[in-house]
């Protein structure tokens, strides 16, 4: 079935980079996507891939993508405690319509 | 995230109470979602709207009632909650097709 799955937590020190990863299960996803959720906001959309991709970089964001293993991952460097929230992964998957899967979020802490 | 607002930001009611909750998006999208978001559960998809019909009705108890009056408003009428109802509800939306979801900032519900 479809599934999305993240390790649940991430500690870094600042100015560190970060490496927050993924798996997903459907391989004829078109886009997957990144998601950042600070306490008590909604999801913030940070970056995307197209799955004939296999890398996207956007600031100190990058974005690495394994079809063949069905892995993605996102690196933030130079990490800065804004950055401390929880990390969503999801995947399209096929429906007719943009039905999203998202992973459980991956919670990443920066100190000092 | 301003392009998607919902109201309120914050519920409590008891379980005998009817509320509805609010969306509305300013990106000029054509389909529009209820999430729920519990804690330490994935993200949860609850109604899709695209072109104003219901194209998802992902197994929601009929205590939850959707309203889609046009493209950029989205209601979520509630009746005889749970307490297990409790959680953030959020409401999302996103051009047909592979295009990227955006996400306003939530309601929290609590049940008494």
């Known amino acids: 079935g479809e599934d999305v799955e993240q390790s649940l937590f991430l500690s870094v020190r600042e100015g560190d980079s970060s490496v927050i990863n993924c798996t997903y299960t459907?391989?004829?996803?078109?886009?997957l996507y990144w998601y950042k959720q600070e306490p008590g906001a909604g999801l913030q959309l940070l970056t995307y891939?197209?799955?004939?991709?296999d890398m996207k970089q956007d600031q100190r964001l990058t974005v690495l993508l394994n079809k063949k293993d069905k892995h993605l991952s996102l690196r933030i460097a130079d990490t800065q405690t804004g950055d401390s929230a929880i990390y969503f992964c999801?995947?399209?998957?096929?429906?007719?319509?943009?039905?999203?899967?998202f992973g459980a979020g991956t919670r990443l802490a920066v100190h000092p | 995230e301003t392009g998607v607002t919902q109201t309120p930001r914050h519920l409590v009611m008891g379980m005998t109470n009817k509320k509805s909750l609010k969306c509305e998006q300013h990106?000029?999208?054509?389909?529009m979602y209820w999430y729920k978001q519990s804690a330490k559960k994935p993200l949860e998809l609850m109604f899709v709207y695209s072109l104003e019909e219901r194209v998802e009705n992902n197994s929601v108890p009929s205590r939850f009632s959707p309203e889609c009056p046009n493209s950029s408003h989205l209601f979520l009428h509630l009746h005889t909650l749970q307490p297990e109802d409790s959680a953030l509800y959020l409401c999302a939306s996103s051009q047909q097709g592979n295009q990227p979801q955006h996400f306003g900032d939530g309601t929290r519900l609590s049940i008494l």
């Open positions: 999801a995947e399209t998957v096929s429906g007719g319509y943009n039905k999203l899967i």
């Open positions: 990106l000029g999208h054509n389909a």
């Open positions: 891939i197209f799955s004939n991709m």
């Open positions: 459907d391989s004829s996803s078109t886009y």
